[in-house]
């Protein structure tokens, strides 16, 4: 079993940044693959960025060039950088986790709560 809290959610302006922080408990962390996803009130959950256990990294192209996942497994936390944002990237940001990247992809095992992103316009 692995539980996630995610944190650094906020209010931003457009333009502005923000980091998402995913700590995870549970399991060993440095064997899962993480990611995140994002959820804008009136849509399907989507798909933002992952990354695996040895570092090889994908993301959506609306984010591409804006956002960074990274991780630390010293610290079982996976991180979000999210740069030059935008209204749209408005929603609830979700962290993810699986034993393999595909498997984030598709479906993940594990989900956090949620932190709420709002950016202004």
């Known amino acids: 079993q692995v539980q996630l809290v995610e944190s650094g959610g906020g209010l931003v302006q457009a333009g502005g940044s923000l980091r998402l922080s995913c700590a995870a408990s549970?399991?060993?962390?440095?064997?899962?693959?993480m990611g995140w996803f994002r959820q804008a009130p009136g849509k399907e959950r989507e798909f933002v960025a992952a990354?695996?256990?040895?570092?090889?990294?994908t993301y959506a192209d609306s984010v591409k060039g804006r956002f960074t996942i990274s991780r630390d497994n010293a610290k079982n936390t996976v991180y979000l950088q999210m740069n030059s944002l935008k209204p749209e990237d408005t929603a609830v940001y979700y962290c993810?986790?699986?034993?393999?990247?595909?498997?984030?992809?598709?479906?993940?095992?594990?989900w956090g709560q949620g932190t709420q992103v709002t950016v202004s316009s």
């Open positions: 993810a986790a699986s034993g393999r990247l595909s498997t984030v992809l598709a479906g993940p095992d594990y």
């Open positions: 549970g399991r060993t962390f440095s064997s899962f693959a």
């Open positions: 990354i695996s256990w040895g570092g090889a990294r």
